[in-house]
């Protein structure tokens, strides 16, 4: 079946089979692959993109449910709390295998966007579904609460 | 992906007739200069354009080799550390061999110390004719050359390294080349250089295997036995054709399992599930978790199979018999998956001259050879293209190059002409095998009243790693797989009367080194063993530790030292309710300890402190980072992770049921590096030995609980 998506600010078309989740029609489709792979059952957070500038786990998102909504992935950032946050991953040195960083960026900018000063508690709830499994977890929440600074200043 | 970009565009250069200056091994081993005809697989490139190639022999699994080897050559090269690039290296095991193992292969936290004095050299030879090619086209005397941060200059004359790349190469360059000492170094020890990989892994442009798409390609998933060992004897294909994209499905040709072949990844995985296979379990293994768990103390109650030290069982109870304190206790250890971020995959393509993997390899040579045999060709058709790779823990690295060999079967099954990529799902990972083996440690110590130690009985049964393999005339001596033992065999306490018997579990059931190996065993029962006996003598941990450390001898001082470190970083004293760990794995000392607060049995660790003793600290920021991550990996292993079976089948599929440690699990974490001008060791894995005991004991000083049986879960602790 024919999909019209807006994915990074772009109209494309797809072919694809109903049912299909969101995930992999960035990634075989599109080639959009900075968004990645690691459960398929939303238990990990390195699918995550932004649907209408609010995170998602596409594994689990049905392209069906996309519509003309907008669909933003990690090669899609441009905006300034994005530019921060990524400065800041920078800064800190927080990648190691670096395979679930694009999805902790996709929530970290989520959480930003939405709350622009988080507490401890905050970023801990908003960042609990991204797993790192090289646990770069102390670099994360201090690259979150650097660029929370950076972007109040 | 920039660095393949790069070293194309050095080919392409070199083939236009532009100068390359290649620093690597020549057709004779030696350490050699000259293009791409005399030095064919390089360890760095420059360019007439000042570009500094590093080719990167180890692969990058997060652990940082792509800015620690750079930094090497950095460092005597006086490089400007932002123009240095990096490519990953072909596979090839004579000129990139890891020089400890003799065969392209990374592992045994070994990346950094094999290549300390290789790399090195590389950019010393380079820098030497750089030097005196300048020297020579201005007309002055070498020692007038100065090369700072990638700038070479002599006066008020200066050029970039590119510029003299013509005449360096020109020039015979000298048969050792002398490196720098310790108190020259810029670069190495340097608090801060931002890693090479960082800009790629946070834009989404880092290149893993699981990214490459070529023309063409199908993607296939495996459908695998539910059973280890299990083989295909039939399949129904009439629910698989039902699936949109589904191509075709091939049993493979080991019947180890059916290959689904399909136009993208979802639609694989949807048509793998739908296939109906029925399976010959007659050489399966049909057990459930307790069975052997019951199989496991059978092995401890019996005599050992093979006694690994010179005391034995009755010698070493004897020298207990008139104890003044025994400390008896069994400990058990679950399966483990090492759980890589990234799913297992690779690309398998044909080439005019056999066929070319796109992996996140960690051991080419392993590829090369398995495959090669499997495929019925020479090692040397056999290429390997490497990427980041999203995680190992050692799952990677199989003797058995099993997800390669599955692919190269998948590959021939369907032609051998179309390209072909593997993708493991998630539950495909948990379910898979290659665990971390189960053990059951029997161990009892013996104290005076002094709290001296008197002797040491220990019983290990395990399913050993290595026997059966080619790396067994390595690795088993006297019947002992190592990899079983280590870090008990050969401990840095002064032991007396320390009998060690090992009894070896079998299964099908395939197993390997996980992150940091027998020591994730080994280290948990010793070190809980210390704290056992220091509370039933009355003495403190800390200071029964460090009586029992031969500060005389050159390890046991540096192990007493971190642990020095370790406890006056935390302000330890003497009847804290905190706890302690140290452990020596890798030629790293590593003392962590740990702050946990127990509410109802919910546990939260506060805070690790962790001290490291790893030799010359090449980029600091990258230890610590090693030893946050270790730490936090073992975390969410001992807390609450493990594989389990019923009727030889796997519980657990994914994360909800193996959960990994979450951000909100994670303690704070402090590092101290202690200083040494000693040889680098490895900090990939040490990190993770020493913190599982010493949250265990943190839960005993607060709770009162000895946690003996992993993971902590079965104790009834949560964690949050």
């Known amino acids: 079946m024919l999909y019209k998506l807006k994915v990074n600010g772009k109209a494309q078309e797809v072919e694809a089979e109903p049912g299909t989740p969101l995930l992999w029609v960035i990634r075989d489709e599109l080639d959009l692959t900075g968004t990645k792979f690691g459960c398929g059952v939303a238990a990990c957070g390195a699918c995550t993109v932004h649907f209408q500038g609010a995170p998602i786990r596409s594994c689990s998102f049905p392209i069906d449910a996309v519509g003309d909504n907008e669909i933003t992935t990690i090669e899609g ?8 946050v990524q400065a800041a991953w920078n800064e800190k040195d927080v990648v190691q295998c670096g395979y679930c960083q694009s999805g902790q960026i996709m929530s970290a900018v989520g959480l930003l966007k939405q709350n622009p000063s988080p507490s401890d508690a905050e970023i801990e709830a908003a960042m609990q579904g ?4 090289c646990a770069t977890y102390v670099r994360i929440k201090d690259a979150i609460k650097t660029a929370a600074k950076n972007l109040e200043a | ?12 250069s070199a083939a236009a007739g532009s100068a390359v200056m290649m620093v690597g091994l020549n057709a004779g081993g030696l350490l050699a200069v000259g293009s791409g005809d005399v030095v064919v697989n390089p360890f760095v490139s420059i360019n007439q354009e000042g570009e500094i190639t590093v080719v990167i022999k180890h692969f990058e699994m997060g652990q940082g080799t792509t800015t620690g080897l750079t930094t090497l050559v950095a460092e005597e090269l006086d490089a400007d550390w932002q123009k240095m690039k990096i490519d990953f290296a072909p596979a090839d095991g004579i000129r990139y061999k890891n020089l400890f193992f003799g065969a392209q292969l990374t592992g045994g936290s070994t990346a950094i110390a094999n290549s300390y004095m290789q790399y090195r050299e590389a950019g010393a030879m380079a820098r030497d004719l750089l030097v005196r090619s300048a020297s020579a086209a201005w007309g002055v005397s070498p020692n007038q050359i100065q090369i700072r941060n990638g700038v070479i ?8 390294f590119g510029e003299f790349v013509k005449e360096a190469m020109a020039l015979k360059p000298i048969d050792k080349p002398i490196t720098k000492t310790p108190d020259q170094f810029n670069l190495i020890g340097k608090l801060k250089l931002p890693r090479k990989d960082s800009q790629a892994k946070t834009t989404g442009q880092a290149m893993f295997s699981m990214d490459v798409k070529l023309p063409g390609m199908l993607y296939v998933a495996i459908h695998r036995s539910p059973k280890f060992g299990g083989k295909v004897s039939s399949l129904n294909l009439d629910d698989a054709k039902k699936i949109g994209g589904f191509v075709d499905a091939k049993p493979l040709a080991n019947k180890a399992g059916v290959a689904v072949y399909a136009k993208n990844t979802w639609e694989a995985f949807k048509a793998r599930d739908a296939l109906k296979v029925s399976w010959d379990f007659s050489g399966a293994e049909t057990r459930g978790t307790e069975e052997m768990r019951a199989e496991y ?13 010179p005391t034995t069982k009755e010698a070493a109870n004897i020298a207990m018999q008139d104890a003044e304190h025994l400390v008896e206790a069994d400990f058990q250890f679950p399966f483990l998956s090492h759980a890589p971020m990234e799913p297992l995959n690779c690309v398998i393509e044909k080439t005019p ?4 993997f796109h992996d996140g390899c960690q051991g080419p040579s392993l590829v090369q050879g398995v495959v090669a045999y499997v495929l019925g060709l020479e090692q040397a058709q056999v290429e390997v293209k490497t990427y980041y790779a999203g995680g190992s823990f050692g799952r990677r690295a199989n003797v058995n190059a099993d997800y390669h060999v599955e692919a190269a079967l998948a590959f021939q099954a369907y032609g051998g002409q179309t390209p072909v990529k593997l993708v493991w799902s998630r539950e495909d990972d948990i379910r898979g095998g290659y665990y971390r083996p189960m053990s059951l440690h029997r161990a009892k110590i013996g104290l005076d009243a002094k709290g001296q130690l008197l002797g040491w009985d220990h019983h290990v049964a395990a399913q050993p790693i290595m026997k059966g393999t080619p790396f067994e005339a390595m690795v088993v001596h006297n019947g002992i797989d190592h990899t079983s033992v280590e870090g008990l065999s050969d401990t840095l306490y002064q032991v007396p009367n320390m009998s060690m018997g090992v009894s070896d579990f079998k299964s099908v059931i395939p197993v390997l080194w996980w992150r940091s190996v027998g020591h994730s065993h080994t280290a948990f029962v010793m070190e809980s063993l210390m704290d056992m006996a220091a509370a039933k003598a009355k003495r403190d941990p800390v200071a029964l530790r460090l009586s029992l450390l031969d500060q005389a001898d ?9 642990i020095k470190a370790a406890r006056d970083m935390a302000n330890w ?24 607060s127990v509410k109802a049995k919910q546990v939260h660790v506060d805070k690790l402190y962790i001290a490291v003793d790893c030799g010359v600290a090449i980029n600091p920021d990258v230890i610590k980072a090693q030893m946050e991550g270790g730490a936090g990996y073992a975390l969410g292993a001992i807390a609450r992770n493990e594989v389990t079976l019923d009727k030889g089948e796997v519980i657990e599929a994914n994360f909800p049921q193996y959960q990994p440690t979450r951000l909100g699990d994670m303690p704070e974490i402090e590092v101290e590096i202690v200083r040494s001008n000693e040889a680098p060791t490895g900090v990939g894995e040490p990190a993770v030995p020493p913190t599982g005991p010493a949250i265990a004991n943190a839960i005993y000083a607060v709770t009162g609980v000895r946690i003996t049986d992993l993971p902590m879960t079965k104790a009834g602790f949560t964690f949050s």
Not at chain 1, 77 to 84: G, I, N, Q, S
Not at chain 2, 1 to 12: A, D, E, N, P, V
Not at chain 2, 297 to 309: C, H, I, Q, S, Y
Not at chain 2, 573 to 593: I, L, P, Q
């Open chain 2, 297 to 309: 103390t059978r092995l401890v109650d019996e005599p050992a199979m093979f006694n690994g030290l």
């Open chain 2, 554 to 562: 050159a390890k046991g001082q540096r192990m007493a030292n971190t």
């Open chain 2, 153 to 160: 200059s002599a006066g008020n004359k200066t050029a970039h």
């Open chain 1, 130 to 133: 991204n797993v790192c499994r």
């Open chain 2, 353 to 356: 001259n056999g066929v070319r």
């Open chain 1, 77 to 84: 950032l441009e905006d300034k709390t994005a530019k921060v």
């Open chain 2, 1 to 12: 992906m920039s660095q393949t970009i790069s070293r194309r565009g050095f080919l392409k």
């Open chain 2, 573 to 596: 004293k003497e009847g804290d309710k905190r706890g302690f760990a140290s452990h020596f794995s890798f030629n790293t000392y590593v003392a962590v300890v740990a702050d946990v």
